[in-house]
């Protein structure tokens, strides 16, 4: 508890633990008392601390509980790819081929990598129309930079991911400090910085991505050979079982309860067997090409975003100022300082998928970021179980939300439906997931989880 005193509040299910522990310790101590004031063998304990002790039964019971109470967390939207694979590989049988599959994890790369910044901005509490224009004045600035006046490539991709961090720092800025709510400051960027787009870009309107460039490799390049794609799935098994091991180390020092190392190994084969087909998928069948650098780069960014938000101070600060700001400020949180940094690394990412977008169109233009991309990063995040009314939610939403809409469109693409249909189902998707978002909270709060 010592942490929490210095921190401010944590995510509820640490600060859950923390009073189970220390229930559970006075418990040991004989302490405790009934409705009379008197004192009981020992005090109850959180039901929810004991799940890992009772092994698999305990998960079970606990999975029911948490259902009825409201909390589906990633449930419905792995049963939505579930059903989306289902029907459209009943439609097409080339919707679940290695080609396919390809496509899927290298376009939902930029998409995904955008949805990363928008999830820390949601978790705020907040929304960011800017990210399309960022998005495509960071392309802009690179293609101005690196293709029009020679510079090296490596720089101009620095120098505009920099301009991405400095326009969020900027929206952040007029947000915290002056007051401006978020709405307004960033519909004003998502005007301006489309102006400045198609100032950069002049009046041929659009730049080439030249051959060998780093920007047309993002989706371009593929690891020919196949050691590199299971040689990735062996390092994510490898790190998933360090990880758990370390955390379970951790609990254990603490004296909490910690997975026994069943559970441990169960998780680990099933990651084993997930990573591997894919792995296979893209090397084996015909018409596959080998591990996508796509694919390596965008997971790379959700393990260090998701290790950000859920293992440091920085990321508990910011789950505590979307949970409350004022109890947030109350408790030592700057709370002016996480607003701004968040709004700097939602920029930040937005250039990084704009260069991916990019490099999938074959280079800059003035409409870049512009039609549905806003929409498209938004509604992944939000499908992807990330709540709107901020201060819950994972990373991992946008990686979910992305395959989501991504699956979704390859599949009306194979099937040759029309651009709108493809809109009119994303916005049901994106309709559904508000909606079960709102149900899950009403529930939470009628069983007094909130």
């Known amino acids: 508890m010592s942490d929490l005193k210095k921190t401010g509040p944590a995510p509820a299910e640490e600060a859950a633990a923390d009073a189970g522990a220390e229930e559970q310790a006075a418990g040991k101590a004989g302490g405790g008392t009934n409705g009379d004031g008197n004192t009981t063998p020992g005090a109850a304990i959180d039901p929810r601390l004991l799940v ?155 730049i080439n991505t030249p051959a060998g460039s780093i920007v047309q490799d993002l989706t371009g390049y593929y690891f020919a050979d196949k050691a590199a794609a299971y040689a990735l799935a062996a390092v994510a098994v490898l790190g998933y079982f360090a990880s758990l091991m370390m955390d379970s180390r951790r609990r254990r020092a603490a004296e909490l309860p910690f997975r026994p190392m069943s559970e441990i190994l169960l998780r680990t084969g099933v990651l084993t067997v997930i990573a591997f087909v894919i792995a296979y998928e893209l090397n084996e069948p015909k018409g596959a090409r080998g591990l996508p650098l796509a694919l390596v780069i965008f997971l790379a960014i959700l393990v260090f975003t998701d290790f950000v938000s859920r293992r440091t101070l920085y990321g508990r600060q910011i789950f505590a100022v979307g949970g409350n700001a004022e109890a947030a400020r109350r408790a030592g949180i700057n709370v002016e300082k996480i607003r701004i940094t968040v709004f700097g690394i939602a920029g930040m990412l937005a250039v990084v998928g704009g260069l991916f977008i990019a490099s999938q169109s074959g280079g800059a233009n003035k409409s870049l970021g512009a039609d549905n991309t806003l929409m498209n990063v938004i509604a992944a995040a939000v499908i992807g179980g990330t709540s709107l009314f901020g201060g819950r939610g994972k990373i991992w939403s946008a990686l979910l939300g992305a395959l989501v809409i991504m699956s979704i469109q390859q599949g009306l693409d194979l099937m040759g439906m029309a651009s709108e249909i493809q809109f009119m189902i994303t916005g049901a998707v994106l309709l559904a997931a508000v909606v079960i978002d709102s149900v899950s909270r009403r529930t939470q709060k009628t069983a007094g989880r909130t």
């Open 52 to 206: 890992r002790e009772q092994g698999f039964k305990g998960y079970l019971t606990d999975f029911q509980r948490r259902i009825r109470g409201g909390e589906l967390g990633s449930l419905p939207v792995i049963v939505g790819l579930i059903i989306i694979a289902i029907v459209f590989q009943s439609q097409n049988d080339s919707f679940l081929s290695a080609s396919s599959l390809s496509n899927i994890s290298v376009y939902t790369a930029g998409l995904g990598i955008m949805a990363i910044g928008v999830v820390f901005v949601l978790l705020l509490g907040e929304i960011d129309l800017s990210i399309g224009s960022v998005a495509g004045v960071g392309a802009a600035m690179w293609a101005v930079l690196s293709v029009t006046h020679g510079l090296n490539d490596w720089l101009a991709v620095l120098l505009a991911v920099a301009l991405g961090g400095g326009i969020g720092l900027l929206h952040g800025f007029f947000f915290a400090k002056v007051g401006v709510p978020a709405f307004v400051v960033t519909l004003a960027g998502f005007l301006g910085w489309s102006g400045l787009q198609i100032w950069l870009m002049g009046d041929e309107g659009s």
